[in-house]
């Protein structure tokens, strides 16, 4: 966690807290599940602990008696405390995440399509990804009829930072 994952929310609150949780982990090793075992005492915090833990965290698989990859589970916490430093400017950076939102609404076949600048960190690299678990959809695609419809969701996210002319910028700091 970084400062800048701190959730808005939280700090217009001034929330902060120890949120406790616990995963399940694949035979693959992905994160398939979380729960907040003791609260923060905020929801938004719990909320994005669990968010943050899914979408970030790689495990390698337990393994059964014979060696065989299999389900497991890691308890950790996340004490979040509010920045006392801002956060560093937004680098520039673009990313292109996509999933599969079948006839019921889960988020399967997801994929990192296109990494660019600050989006290459913490390991995130072009192809599968066994994380779907941060899709923020529950409910299927319906066609004209109401017929629940396979559809294919592309997230686009672009950070541009762009230098400003000498005046402008010298125009912008007398302002404040």
Do not use: H
């Not at 907040?36 to 943050?52: F, H, Q």
Request: charged letters at 20%; one cysteine or more.
């Amino acid at each position: 966690m970084t400062p800048s994952d701190y959730p808005p929310e939280a700090l217009r609150t001034d929330s902060v807290g120890l949120s406790r949780f616990t995963v399940t982990i694949s035979p693959d090793g992905a994160v398939t599940s979380c729960s907040i075992r003791e609260s923060s005492g905020s929801d938004v915090l719990d909320r994005k602990t669990c968010e943050l833990v899914i979408l970030r965290a790689r495990f390698r698989p337990a393994t059964n008696a014979v060696g065989k990859p299999t389900v497991g589970s890691w308890s950790s916490s996340v004490r979040w405390q509010i920045p006392k430093v801002p956060a560093k400017p937004p680098a520039a950076g673009f990313s292109v995440f996509s999933a599969l939102i079948g006839t019921d609404g889960a988020a399967t076949d997801c994929q990192f399509e296109q990494l660019e600048g600050a989006a290459i960190q913490g390991g995130v690299k072009v192809g599968p990804s066994p994380n779907c678990n941060f899709m923020p959809i529950q409910s299927p695609y319906l066609d004209a009829q109401g017929r629940p419809v396979a559809k294919r969701v592309r997230y686009t996210r672009r950070i541009e930072v762009f230098d400003v002319p000498a005046q402008q910028a010298k125009d912008v700091s007398q302002a404040n």
